[in-house]
Nanobody, 129 residues
Framework: QVKFVESGGGSVQPRGSLRLSCTTSETTYGKYTMGWFREVPRKGREGVAAIDDDGNTAYADSVKGRFAIVKDNVENTLLLEMNDLKPEDSAGYYC???????????????????????WGGGRKVTVSS
């Protein structure tokens, strides 16, 4: 089972930027489609961004144009660059992996994030003035 070491996040004012980083215990290429989901207590989970082995990406409508997901297959790392942050982006963010044989494309995997697969312990992001 793949394991995750996450870092980054924290507190920022509206319109600020933050970065989340995730390193996996094994290579994910050919095995998992990677992504991030976020969770807000009493509001549930939302797939935020996904990236597949072809480098294709998919984003939730709420973050399009503001967030960017990047994967490094050599270093086994996954990044989430978050710009122009809004208070409604405040949440726990989780690095996650879903089986590539079931969810091979980023667009297909986005809806599975937070519902299936594996994820790390999460990082808190707070956007407040």
């Amino acid at each position: 089972q793949v394991k995750f070491v996450e870092s980054g996040g924290g507190s920022v004012q509206p319109r600020g930027s933050l970065r989340l980083s995730c390193t996996t215990s094994e290579t994910t290429y050919g095995k998992y489609t990677m992504g991030w989901f976020r969770e807000v207590p009493r509001k549930g989970r939302e797939g935020v961004a996904a990236i597949d082995d072809d480098g294709n990406t998919a984003y939730a409508d709420s973050v399009k144009g503001r967030f960017a997901i990047v994967k490094d297959n050599v270093e086994n790392t996954l990044l989430l660059e978050m710009n122009d942050l809004k208070p409604e982006d405040s949440a726990g963010y989780y690095c996650t992996a879903v089986q590539a044989r079931t969810w091979r494309t980023a667009s297909h995997a986005l809806g599975a994030l937070g519902r299936f697969g594996y994820w790390g312990g999460g990082r808190k992001v707070t956007v407040s003035s």
